[in-house]
């Protein structure tokens, strides 16, 4: 069964710091991968997903499949980053992962 | 901007207690999702239509859960009767779906609060 693990709860970086979070995925065949958002008081919303290769807000992600990861970088973190992010893997549903509380701190 | 429409925001009942919460998807989006995401842990799929037929429902508690899309528009799910370890938020997303038009993007309602006492 797919399967989605973000191993950090939380994570706290300084304004222009980068920043890295983590998303492992378990699945044996081609898998889509998407980030999703939510900023405070807003809805759970898409970042970006990794067949678009594109870069949203700053934000890059990129699929490897030989360590089933697909994390989420930043060079230079600003405060409105601040969020929760969620990594989610679709196959025949979107299944997401627990999520990781971003606090970038001024 | 059109987006999911979830009601209500909040609701608290006691347990044995029926509840029923409703959405209202983007128009034109053919898939709706109801998902439930309790403190602390990501969204978890309850139920997937596809139009008014149901896709997937593998994690919904039969047993008490139940949910409907009758007109393949607007859904309703039900909790009946509710229990301590329903409190949770119940988010309701949509997408264009299908072959040609799912795209991966869900859009997502506010969410309805419940708290079972």
């Known amino acids: 069964a797919q399967r989605v693990t973000q191993p950090e709860k939380l994570l706290s970086v300084f304004k222009g710091a980068p920043v890295e979070l983590k998303c492992n995925y378990s699945y044996s065949g081609s898998p889509e991968l998407f980030w999703y958002v939510q900023y405070s008081r807003q809805r759970l919303q898409l970042l970006l997903r990794?067949?678009s290769r594109e870069s949203i807000k700053g934000f890059t992600a990129d699929l490897n499949k030989g360590e089933t990861s697909f994390h989420l970088k930043k060079p230079f973190a600003q405060e409105e980053d601040s969020a929760m992010y969620y990594c989610a893997l679709s196959v025949n549903d979107m299944r997401f992962g627990a999520g990781t509380r971003l606090t970038v701190k001024p | 901007e059109a987006e999911v429409a979830q009601s209500p925001r909040y609701k608290i009942t006691e347990k044995s207690q029926a509840v029923a919460f409703w959405c209202d998807p983007i128009s034109g989006h053919a898939t709706l999702y109801w998902y439930r995401q309790i403190l602390g842990q990501g969204p978890e799929l309850l139920v997937q239509f596809q139009d008014e037929s149901v896709v997937d429902d593998s994690q919904l508690p039969k047993d008490r859960f139940s949910a409907e899309r009758l007109k393949g528009v607007d859904s309703t799910l039900k909790i009946q009767p509710a229990e301590l370890g329903d409190s949770a938020m119940y988010l309701c997303?949509?997408?264009?779906?299908?072959?040609?038009?799912?795209?991966?993007?869900?859009?997502f309602g506010e969410g309805s609060r419940l708290t079972v006492l």
């Open positions: 990794h067949i």
């Open positions: 997303a949509s997408s264009l779906g299908g072959p040609s038009g799912y795209t991966g993007e869900l859009f």
